[in-house]
Protein backbone atom coordinates (compact mmCIF):
# COMPACT_ATOMS: atom_id res chain seq x y z
CA UNK A 1 0.00 0.00 0.00
CA UNK A 2 1.34 2.98 -0.63
CA UNK A 3 1.90 6.54 0.74
CA UNK A 4 3.03 9.73 0.30
CA UNK A 5 6.14 11.57 -0.01
CA UNK A 6 7.02 14.45 -2.44
CA UNK A 7 8.49 12.03 -4.65
CA UNK A 8 5.21 9.61 -4.29
CA UNK A 9 3.18 12.50 -6.13
CA UNK A 10 1.66 10.95 -9.15
CA UNK A 11 3.26 11.68 -12.30
CA UNK A 12 0.42 13.23 -13.73
CA UNK A 13 0.36 15.90 -10.83
CA UNK A 14 3.83 16.23 -11.57
CA UNK A 15 3.10 16.91 -15.81
CA UNK A 16 0.19 19.83 -14.74
CA UNK A 17 3.26 21.48 -12.42
CA UNK A 18 1.16 20.53 -9.31
CA UNK A 19 3.59 18.52 -7.01
CA UNK A 20 2.66 20.04 -3.61
CA UNK A 21 4.19 19.92 -0.71
CA UNK A 22 2.88 17.38 1.06
CA UNK A 23 2.42 16.54 4.65
CA UNK A 24 3.70 13.40 5.97
CA UNK A 25 2.82 10.98 8.47
CA UNK A 26 1.66 12.36 12.10
CA UNK A 27 0.49 10.64 15.11
CA UNK A 28 -3.26 10.33 15.82
CA UNK A 29 -4.10 13.29 17.24
CA UNK A 30 -6.71 13.57 19.90
CA UNK A 31 -11.16 12.99 18.44
CA UNK A 32 -11.16 16.95 18.12
CA UNK A 33 -9.86 17.22 14.74
CA UNK A 34 -10.25 13.09 13.91
CA UNK A 35 -8.44 12.40 10.54
CA UNK A 36 -10.60 11.72 7.66
CA UNK A 37 -10.84 9.86 4.76
CA UNK A 38 -11.99 11.04 1.68
CA UNK A 39 -12.15 10.36 -2.01
CA UNK A 40 -12.07 12.46 -4.84
CA UNK A 41 -12.86 11.90 -8.46
CA UNK A 42 -10.08 12.73 -10.45
CA UNK A 43 -10.27 14.28 -13.96
CA UNK A 44 -7.47 15.32 -16.55
CA UNK A 45 -9.66 18.53 -17.25
CA UNK A 46 -9.83 19.21 -13.32
CA UNK A 47 -7.52 20.03 -10.50
CA UNK A 48 -9.32 19.07 -7.48
CA UNK A 49 -6.89 16.19 -7.06
CA UNK A 50 -3.99 18.46 -6.88
CA UNK A 51 -5.13 21.10 -4.78
CA UNK A 52 -6.08 18.51 -2.56
CA UNK A 53 -2.78 16.97 -2.10
CA UNK A 54 -1.41 19.55 0.02
CA UNK A 55 -3.64 18.84 2.68
CA UNK A 56 -3.18 14.74 2.90
CA UNK A 57 -1.48 13.42 5.53
CA UNK A 58 -1.81 10.03 3.82
CA UNK A 59 -2.82 8.31 0.25
CA UNK A 60 -4.51 5.48 0.47
CA UNK A 61 -5.31 4.99 -2.92
CA UNK A 62 -2.71 2.55 -4.39
CA UNK A 63 -3.58 3.35 -8.31
CA UNK A 64 -3.35 6.45 -9.41
CA UNK A 65 -3.51 8.58 -12.63
CA UNK A 66 -5.99 11.39 -14.19
CA UNK A 67 -9.00 9.17 -14.70
CA UNK A 68 -8.79 7.26 -11.09
CA UNK A 69 -10.47 7.81 -7.68
CA UNK A 70 -7.91 9.87 -5.43
CA UNK A 71 -8.40 8.30 -1.70
CA UNK A 72 -6.53 10.62 0.95
CA UNK A 73 -6.62 11.38 4.50
CA UNK A 74 -7.22 14.46 5.66
CA UNK A 75 -7.95 16.30 9.00
CA UNK A 76 -11.34 16.82 9.67
CA UNK A 77 -10.49 20.87 9.95
CA UNK A 78 -9.29 20.82 6.70
CA UNK A 79 -12.43 19.43 5.13
CA UNK A 80 -13.70 23.71 5.13
CA UNK A 81 -10.44 24.65 3.78
CA UNK A 82 -11.37 21.91 0.64
CA UNK A 83 -15.05 22.85 0.23
CA UNK A 84 -13.54 26.87 -0.13
CA UNK A 85 -11.35 25.85 -2.91
CA UNK A 86 -14.43 23.50 -5.05
CA UNK A 87 -12.85 20.50 -4.45
CA UNK A 88 -15.81 18.23 -4.91
CA UNK A 89 -15.37 15.17 -2.52
CA UNK A 90 -17.01 12.28 -0.64
CA UNK A 91 -15.97 11.44 3.22
CA UNK A 92 -15.78 7.45 2.62
CA UNK A 93 -14.82 7.32 6.20
CA UNK A 94 -15.93 9.94 8.73
CA UNK A 95 -13.06 9.05 11.19
CA UNK A 96 -10.82 6.30 10.75
CA UNK A 97 -9.26 6.39 14.58
CA UNK A 98 -12.78 5.63 15.41
CA UNK A 99 -12.90 3.14 13.27
CA UNK A 100 -9.90 2.28 15.00
CA UNK A 101 -11.13 1.94 18.07
CA UNK A 102 -14.16 0.29 17.34
CA UNK A 103 -11.99 -2.72 15.76
CA UNK A 104 -9.62 -2.64 18.95
CA UNK A 105 -12.66 -3.06 21.12
CA UNK A 106 -13.68 -5.70 19.24
CA UNK A 107 -10.33 -7.76 19.35
CA UNK A 108 -9.69 -7.26 22.56
CA UNK A 109 -13.55 -9.24 23.39
CA UNK A 110 -11.66 -11.86 21.35
CA UNK A 111 -11.05 -14.90 23.53
CA UNK A 112 -9.07 -16.56 20.82
CA UNK A 113 -10.36 -19.95 21.11
CA UNK A 114 -12.70 -21.27 18.15
CA UNK A 115 -11.72 -20.82 14.49
CA UNK A 116 -8.08 -19.50 14.02
CA UNK A 117 -9.01 -17.71 10.44
CA UNK A 118 -12.45 -16.25 11.46
CA UNK A 119 -10.60 -13.13 12.67
CA UNK A 120 -7.07 -11.15 12.84
CA UNK A 121 -4.65 -12.32 15.09
CA UNK A 122 -1.53 -11.07 16.62
CA UNK A 123 2.04 -11.73 16.77
CA UNK A 124 1.94 -13.59 19.96
CA UNK A 125 -0.68 -15.92 18.47
CA UNK A 126 0.30 -15.94 14.89
CA UNK A 127 3.81 -17.19 16.31
CA UNK A 128 1.90 -19.85 18.34
CA UNK A 129 0.08 -21.16 15.42
CA UNK A 130 3.10 -21.62 13.22
CA UNK A 131 4.49 -23.58 16.30
CA UNK A 132 1.32 -26.18 15.85
CA UNK A 133 1.78 -26.61 12.33
CA UNK A 134 5.20 -27.49 12.59
CA UNK A 135 4.52 -29.82 15.80
CA UNK A 136 1.89 -31.53 13.39
CA UNK A 137 3.73 -32.70 10.69
CA UNK A 138 7.72 -32.34 11.98
CA UNK A 139 9.03 -34.81 9.08
CA UNK A 140 8.42 -31.88 6.74
CA UNK A 141 7.24 -28.63 8.34
CA UNK A 142 9.48 -26.77 10.70
CA UNK A 143 9.38 -23.49 12.00
CA UNK A 144 12.86 -20.93 13.11
CA UNK A 145 13.52 -17.55 13.48
CA UNK A 146 15.99 -16.20 10.15
CA UNK A 147 15.66 -12.82 12.39
CA UNK A 148 15.49 -10.53 14.94
CA UNK A 149 13.34 -7.56 15.23
CA UNK A 150 14.67 -3.73 16.31
CA UNK A 151 13.03 -4.53 19.30
CA UNK A 152 14.22 -8.08 19.81
CA UNK A 153 11.28 -10.12 18.14
CA UNK A 154 12.14 -13.34 16.41
CA UNK A 155 10.96 -13.34 12.50
CA UNK A 156 9.68 -16.54 12.20
CA UNK A 157 9.29 -18.31 9.08
CA UNK A 158 7.77 -21.73 8.46
CA UNK A 159 9.32 -23.98 6.21
CA UNK A 160 7.38 -26.50 4.34
CA UNK A 161 8.00 -29.94 2.28
CA UNK A 162 12.06 -30.86 0.78
CA UNK A 163 11.37 -30.29 -2.95
CA UNK A 164 13.61 -28.78 -5.09
CA UNK A 165 11.82 -26.00 -6.31
CA UNK A 166 12.02 -22.97 -3.79
CA UNK A 167 9.63 -20.50 -3.29
CA UNK A 168 9.57 -17.75 -0.46
CA UNK A 169 6.48 -16.12 0.72
CA UNK A 170 5.66 -13.30 2.84
CA UNK A 171 3.44 -10.76 4.47
CA UNK A 172 3.70 -7.62 6.89
CA UNK A 173 6.71 -5.13 5.44
CA UNK A 174 4.05 -3.00 5.99
CA UNK A 175 2.52 -3.21 9.43
CA UNK A 176 -1.04 -2.16 8.95
CA UNK A 177 -1.74 -4.60 5.99
CA UNK A 178 -2.98 -7.38 8.19
CA UNK A 179 -4.97 -9.46 6.01
CA UNK A 180 -1.16 -10.33 4.24
CA UNK A 181 -0.14 -12.03 7.62
CA UNK A 182 -3.40 -13.84 7.61
CA UNK A 183 -2.97 -14.92 4.44
CA UNK A 184 0.23 -15.86 4.79
CA UNK A 185 -1.11 -18.29 7.82
CA UNK A 186 -3.47 -19.42 6.28
CA UNK A 187 -1.82 -20.72 3.28
CA UNK A 188 0.66 -22.31 5.64
CA UNK A 189 -2.28 -23.89 7.46
CA UNK A 190 -3.78 -25.82 4.35
CA UNK A 191 -0.40 -26.92 2.92
CA UNK A 192 0.41 -28.74 6.66
CA UNK A 193 -3.31 -30.22 7.77
CA UNK A 194 -4.86 -30.60 3.88
CA UNK A 195 -2.01 -32.83 2.66
CA UNK A 196 -2.71 -36.29 3.29
CA UNK A 197 -6.30 -35.93 2.33
CA UNK A 198 -5.92 -33.77 -1.14
CA UNK A 199 -3.70 -34.55 -4.03
CA UNK A 200 -2.71 -31.44 -5.24
CA UNK A 201 -1.57 -29.94 -2.09
CA UNK A 202 0.56 -33.18 -1.49
CA UNK A 203 2.18 -33.30 -4.81
CA UNK A 204 3.27 -29.32 -4.02
CA UNK A 205 4.69 -29.79 -0.65
CA UNK A 206 6.69 -33.31 -2.33
CA UNK A 207 7.90 -31.22 -5.25
CA UNK A 208 8.53 -27.79 -3.47
CA UNK A 209 10.54 -25.82 -0.26
CA UNK A 210 8.10 -23.45 0.29
CA UNK A 211 9.11 -20.81 3.33
CA UNK A 212 6.83 -18.74 4.53
CA UNK A 213 7.21 -15.65 6.81
CA UNK A 214 3.62 -14.15 7.80
CA UNK A 215 5.14 -11.04 9.87
CA UNK A 216 8.17 -10.02 8.49
CA UNK A 217 7.97 -6.82 10.53
CA UNK A 218 7.11 -8.08 14.25
CA UNK A 219 7.52 -4.79 15.94
CA UNK A 220 5.08 -2.24 13.37
CA UNK A 221 2.76 -5.39 13.59
CA UNK A 222 2.22 -5.26 17.31
CA UNK A 223 2.20 -0.91 17.44
CA UNK A 224 -0.60 -0.95 15.17
CA UNK A 225 -2.18 -3.57 17.24
CA UNK A 226 -1.43 -1.37 20.74
CA UNK A 227 -0.96 2.25 19.15
CA UNK A 228 -2.04 3.20 15.92
CA UNK A 229 -3.84 0.78 13.91
CA UNK A 230 -2.69 2.67 10.10
CA UNK A 231 1.26 2.54 11.53
CA UNK A 232 3.38 1.69 7.65
CA UNK A 233 7.10 1.17 8.87
CA UNK A 234 9.07 -0.50 11.33
CA UNK A 235 10.20 1.00 14.38
CA UNK A 236 13.13 2.64 13.88
CA UNK A 237 14.09 5.52 16.41
CA UNK A 238 10.57 5.73 16.68
CA UNK A 239 10.37 7.28 13.14
CA UNK A 240 10.29 4.48 11.45
CA UNK A 241 12.09 2.92 8.48
CA UNK A 242 9.52 1.89 5.05
CA UNK A 243 11.48 -1.73 5.03
CA UNK A 244 9.87 -2.04 1.26
CA UNK A 245 12.19 0.73 0.41
CA UNK A 246 14.98 -0.46 2.17
CA UNK A 247 16.49 -3.05 0.01
CA UNK A 248 19.05 -2.77 -2.59
CA UNK A 249 17.91 -2.74 -6.05
CA UNK A 250 18.04 1.31 -6.95
CA UNK A 251 18.05 2.04 -3.54
CA UNK A 252 16.84 5.91 -2.90
CA UNK A 253 15.47 6.01 -6.29
CA UNK A 254 12.18 7.53 -7.31
CA UNK A 255 9.00 6.71 -4.88
CA UNK A 256 11.61 6.59 -1.89
CA UNK A 257 11.83 9.07 0.47
CA UNK A 258 15.51 10.86 2.65
CA UNK A 259 12.97 12.32 5.01
CA UNK A 260 12.66 10.08 8.08
CA UNK A 261 9.20 11.16 8.59
CA UNK A 262 8.02 10.24 5.46
CA UNK A 263 6.15 6.36 5.08
CA UNK A 264 8.11 5.60 2.31
CA UNK A 265 11.53 6.38 4.23
CA UNK A 266 14.35 4.76 2.98
CA UNK A 267 16.88 4.25 5.63
CA UNK A 268 20.05 5.31 6.45
CA UNK A 269 21.22 2.47 3.39
CA UNK A 270 20.43 0.04 1.52
CA UNK A 271 19.53 -3.36 3.74
CA UNK A 272 19.85 -1.08 7.50
CA UNK A 273 17.20 -3.14 8.93
CA UNK A 274 17.37 -6.17 10.50
CA UNK A 275 14.10 -7.01 9.07
CA UNK A 276 15.15 -6.77 5.62
CA UNK A 277 18.58 -8.19 6.57
CA UNK A 278 16.82 -11.36 7.78
CA UNK A 279 14.91 -12.31 4.38
CA UNK A 280 17.81 -10.86 1.87
CA UNK A 281 20.26 -13.19 4.00
CA UNK A 282 17.29 -15.95 3.33
CA UNK A 283 17.01 -15.72 -0.14
CA UNK A 284 20.64 -15.29 -0.58
CA UNK A 285 21.13 -18.65 0.88
CA UNK A 286 17.97 -20.65 -0.38
CA UNK A 287 18.17 -18.93 -3.85
CA UNK A 288 14.70 -19.24 -4.68
CA UNK A 289 13.27 -19.34 -7.77
CA UNK A 290 9.67 -17.96 -7.28
CA UNK A 291 8.00 -15.45 -4.59
CA UNK A 292 5.66 -13.78 -3.45
CA UNK A 293 5.51 -10.76 -1.61
CA UNK A 294 1.72 -9.89 0.09
CA UNK A 295 0.54 -6.59 0.78
CA UNK A 296 -3.06 -4.98 1.10
CA UNK A 297 -4.80 -2.73 -0.64
CA UNK A 298 -6.19 -2.64 -4.00
CA UNK A 299 -6.46 -5.95 -5.68
CA UNK A 300 -3.51 -5.94 -8.14
CA UNK A 301 -0.50 -8.31 -9.25
CA UNK A 302 2.43 -6.96 -10.11
CA UNK A 303 5.74 -7.41 -11.23
CA UNK A 304 9.63 -5.85 -11.99
CA UNK A 305 9.94 -3.08 -12.49
CA UNK A 306 9.26 -1.08 -10.06
CA UNK A 307 12.34 1.37 -10.07
CA UNK A 308 11.97 1.78 -14.00
CA UNK A 309 9.63 1.47 -16.70
CA UNK A 310 12.52 -0.34 -18.50
CA UNK A 311 10.67 -3.49 -19.05
CA UNK A 312 12.00 -6.47 -16.93
CA UNK A 313 13.84 -8.85 -19.46
CA UNK A 314 11.73 -11.61 -18.65
CA UNK A 315 9.07 -9.43 -18.92
CA UNK A 316 6.63 -11.69 -21.39
CA UNK A 317 7.26 -14.89 -18.80
CA UNK A 318 6.04 -12.09 -15.91
CA UNK A 319 2.68 -11.14 -17.77
CA UNK A 320 2.05 -14.88 -18.70
CA UNK A 321 2.59 -16.70 -15.38
CA UNK A 322 0.55 -13.75 -14.11
CA UNK A 323 -2.26 -14.11 -16.08
CA UNK A 324 -2.82 -17.53 -15.05
CA UNK A 325 -2.51 -16.32 -11.56
CA UNK A 326 -5.63 -13.54 -11.81
CA UNK A 327 -7.52 -16.32 -13.74
CA UNK A 328 -7.25 -18.42 -10.81
CA UNK A 329 -7.51 -16.05 -8.61
CA UNK A 330 -11.03 -14.68 -10.07
CA UNK A 331 -12.00 -18.31 -10.06
CA UNK A 332 -12.45 -18.09 -6.76
CA UNK A 333 -14.65 -15.32 -5.67
CA UNK A 334 -14.89 -13.69 -9.18
CA UNK A 335 -12.92 -11.25 -7.99
CA UNK A 336 -10.27 -9.47 -10.08
CA UNK A 337 -7.02 -9.12 -9.25
CA UNK A 338 -5.52 -6.57 -12.44
CA UNK A 339 -2.00 -7.46 -13.59
CA UNK A 340 0.69 -4.49 -13.95
CA UNK A 341 4.23 -4.08 -14.40
CA UNK A 342 4.92 -2.15 -10.75
CA UNK A 343 6.15 1.32 -12.39
CA UNK A 344 2.63 1.38 -14.09
CA UNK A 345 0.78 2.16 -10.77
CA UNK A 346 3.94 4.37 -9.30
CA UNK A 347 7.55 4.54 -8.96
CA UNK A 348 8.95 2.51 -6.47
CA UNK A 349 12.59 2.21 -5.88
CA UNK A 350 13.80 -0.44 -3.28
CA UNK A 351 11.26 -2.43 -2.94
CA UNK A 352 11.54 -6.44 -1.91
CA UNK A 353 10.37 -7.49 -5.84
CA UNK A 354 12.77 -5.60 -7.82
CA UNK A 355 15.67 -7.27 -5.86
CA UNK A 356 14.34 -10.94 -5.49
CA UNK A 357 14.02 -10.41 -9.38
CA UNK A 358 17.07 -8.37 -10.00
CA UNK A 359 19.48 -10.21 -7.48
CA UNK A 360 18.52 -13.40 -6.91
CA UNK A 361 16.84 -14.17 -10.20
CA UNK A 362 13.53 -14.77 -8.55
CA UNK A 363 9.75 -14.63 -10.73
CA UNK A 364 8.82 -12.09 -8.32
CA UNK A 365 5.37 -10.54 -7.93
CA UNK A 366 3.73 -8.31 -5.29
CA UNK A 367 -0.12 -9.15 -4.46
CA UNK A 368 -2.30 -6.23 -3.12
CA UNK A 369 -4.96 -8.07 -1.49
CA UNK A 370 -8.37 -6.93 -0.76
CA UNK A 371 -10.12 -4.20 -0.57
CA UNK A 372 -10.51 -2.96 -4.00
CA UNK A 373 -10.68 0.49 -2.16
CA UNK A 374 -10.90 2.30 0.99
CA UNK A 375 -14.67 2.65 0.49
CA UNK A 376 -16.06 2.18 4.26
CA UNK A 377 -13.25 -0.13 5.13
CA UNK A 378 -9.77 0.36 3.71
CA UNK A 379 -6.95 -1.34 5.69
CA UNK A 380 -9.39 -2.56 8.58
CA UNK A 381 -11.11 -5.63 6.14
CA UNK A 382 -13.64 -6.79 7.81
CA UNK A 383 -12.49 -10.42 9.03
CA UNK A 384 -15.58 -12.42 7.17
CA UNK A 385 -13.14 -12.16 4.09
CA UNK A 386 -9.96 -13.30 5.90
CA UNK A 387 -11.30 -16.62 4.31
CA UNK A 388 -12.17 -15.67 0.76
CA UNK A 389 -9.02 -13.99 0.53
CA UNK A 390 -6.96 -16.25 1.56
CA UNK A 391 -8.69 -18.84 -1.51
CA UNK A 392 -7.29 -15.90 -3.31
CA UNK A 393 -3.79 -15.95 -1.93
CA UNK A 394 -3.71 -19.58 -2.07
CA UNK A 395 -5.10 -20.14 -5.49
CA UNK A 396 -2.11 -17.63 -6.66
CA UNK A 397 0.44 -19.71 -5.03
CA UNK A 398 -0.54 -22.86 -7.03
CA UNK A 399 -1.30 -21.33 -10.32
CA UNK A 400 2.71 -19.54 -9.95
CA UNK A 401 4.14 -22.91 -9.03
CA UNK A 402 2.58 -24.79 -11.69
CA UNK A 403 3.04 -21.61 -14.18
CA UNK A 404 6.61 -21.90 -13.63
CA UNK A 405 7.13 -25.23 -14.03
ZN1 LIG B 1 2.32 -2.63 1.50
Redo the contacts with the bound molecule.
Keep these: ?2 NLDTARVPRWMYVAGIAASLVTWAAPRPARDPRVAIRIDCHADSPSCALASPFALDIWSEEQGPDVPLELVVRESSLTSLTAAHIDYQVTVANIDAVAEAEAQRLRQLDGSGDFFADYRDYAAITEHLHQLAALAPDRVTVQPIGVSLEGRPIWALKIGHGATKILINGT ?2 A ?2 WI ?1 TMVNTSIADRLVRNYATDPAIQKFVDTTTLWVVPVVNPDGYQYTWGTDRYW ?1 KNRRDRHGTDL ?1 RNWAVAWGGAGASKQKGSDTYRGEYAFSEPETQALRDLAMRERFSLHL ?1 F ?2 FSQLILYPWGWTAKPAADRDRFAGVGDKMASAMFAQHQINYRLMQSVELYPAAGTMEDWMYGEVGALSY ?1 I ?1 LRPKSGLRSGFVLPPAQIKPTSDEGFAALLALRSAAK
Aim: aromatic share 0%; hydrophobic share 20%.
Design positions: MLQHRESRNDHATE
